[in-house]
């Protein structure tokens, strides 16, 4: 089956009661026993739940892998998967990454006694001499945020492989219509479901999807064991946001083409990040890893002045000043006030996300509109 039918079909079986063409929002908790453990596969929804469980089939579908697991945020998910660690444990770490994972690991996971080495992923001879006999983790976000770093997934997993580490791949920004990690050597690829998945910014949601048995049988029990579960009814609307990723994201890579290169030629722009333009410092490997460079485009002033982002940031009518990413509708963000602001300042600077920057998230508008707002915000 192609990527494109996977969407819509992908893990799916018509409802075996009525033949319902979508799953049923099984909203229960739990399920009739004929006798004790007599039951239909289904004994407790923290468990299993059908609806779920659907879900959960479309993402490793999606994702080319085998197993699939949905939790109540895409930072549970991540959390899921540290879970698979122990104390004195290392992790390496991608240093431009979605700050709540950094939080996660920084204020959580480290007083667990897990060592986190946050590092510049775009060498390979960087990466390997953080590896110790005690790393069990390499974390790795590409395109990474905000910053649009890109970092060459079959490299790093030959890293990985060499050394016995497990790759996680926060594919977020990505989604499977661009790039599926596992297909290029990643043991576990991670979603903020949230966002382009759901994709319609009325979801909260997570995801995990593996290949090997082992892993996701360590990974499910961590699930039922720690509880972080979505509801029935979120399931069922991611499952139907997936249904219409691939037209969406296609809409999603043609505008934020047309975004970047208009940003690129305002002169009150200094920097654009986005990985289709030919100047970005990795172009080729996303070329070789992606099918296309996705709606996330961020750019800085001329001057770095952080008055002047702010206004450009309530200047826009259509940009909705806002958190998140990945829905219809286009959204901006300050990441030095709003998404990064629990990174301390000087760390932040250091990977880019200085004060001007701004961040989009282009939706799938008219383009001619989502122009017109930015040149009136911009002036
Ligand atoms: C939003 C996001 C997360 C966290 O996901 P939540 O669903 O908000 O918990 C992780 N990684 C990236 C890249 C994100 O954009």
Redesign the pocket.
């Given at each position: 089956m192609k990527f494109n039918t996977k969407t819509i079909h992908g893990g799916q079986q018509h409802d075996p009661a009525y033949g319902s063409v979508m799953p049923p929002i099984y909203q229960t908790t739990t399920y009739a026993q004929s006798t004790p453990g007599g039951h239909k596969g289904y004994e407790y929804s923290r468990t299993h739940n059908p609806t779920r469980h659907a879900l959960e089939n479309a993402f490793a579908s999606i994702e080319n892998g085998n197993h699939g697991l949905a939790f109540g945020?895409?930072?549970?998910a991540?959390d899921a998967v540290l879970k698979l660690l122990q104390p004195g444990d290392e992790v390496v770490s991608t240093n431009d990454?979605?700050g709540?994972?950094y939080r996660l690991f920084t204020k959580i996971y480290e007083d667990f006694g897990i060592k986190f080495h946050f590092i510049g992923m775009d060498n390979s001879d960087r990466i390997e001499s953080y590896i110790t006999p005690d790393t069990k983790l390499i974390w790795a976000?590409t395109p990474t945020?905000p910053m649009m770093n890109i970092i060459d997934i079959v490299s790093v997993s030959k890293i990985a492989k060499k050394h016995n580490v497990l790759l996680a791949v926060?594919n977020?920004?990505a989604t499977p219509y661009l790039q599926r990690p596992l297909d290029l050597g990643a043991d576990i690829v991670?979603h903020?479901?949230?966002?382009y998945l759901g994709g319609h910014s009325d979801v909260?949601?997570?995801a995990l999807v593996v290949k090997n048995r082992d892993l996701a049988e360590r990974l499910y029990f961590i699930q039922n064991a720690s509880g972080a579960i979505c509801g029935p009814q979120d399931a069922f609307l991611v499952l139907r946001g997936i249904k219409t990723l691939h037209i969406r994201m296609q809409r999603h890579c043609e505008n934020g083409k047309v975004v970047a290169e208009y940003l690129a030629n305002h002169p009150k722009i200094e920097n654009v990040y986005w990985p289709g333009f030919e100047s970005h410092p990795k172009h080729d490997i996303a070329k070789s890893q992606m099918s296309d460079f996705g709606g996330m485009v961020s750019f800085t002033t001329k001057g770095n002045d952080y008055k002047e982002a702010i206004k450009i940031v309530e200047n826009l009518k259509i940009f909705t000043l806002a958190e998140?990413?990945g829905g219809v509708e286009s959204l901006a963000g300050h990441p030095a006030s709003m998404t990064h602001a629990s990174i301390p300042k000087e760390e932040r600077e250091k990977t880019g996300v200085v004060d001007s920057l701004i961040r989009l998230s282009v939706g799938i508008e008219d383009k001619d509109d989502l122009i017109a707002d930015l040149k009136q915000a911009i002036g």
């Open positions: 945020s895409g930072l549970a991540v990454l979605y709540g994972t976000e945020n926060d977020t920004f991670m903020s479901a949230t966002k909260v949601m997570g998140s990413l």
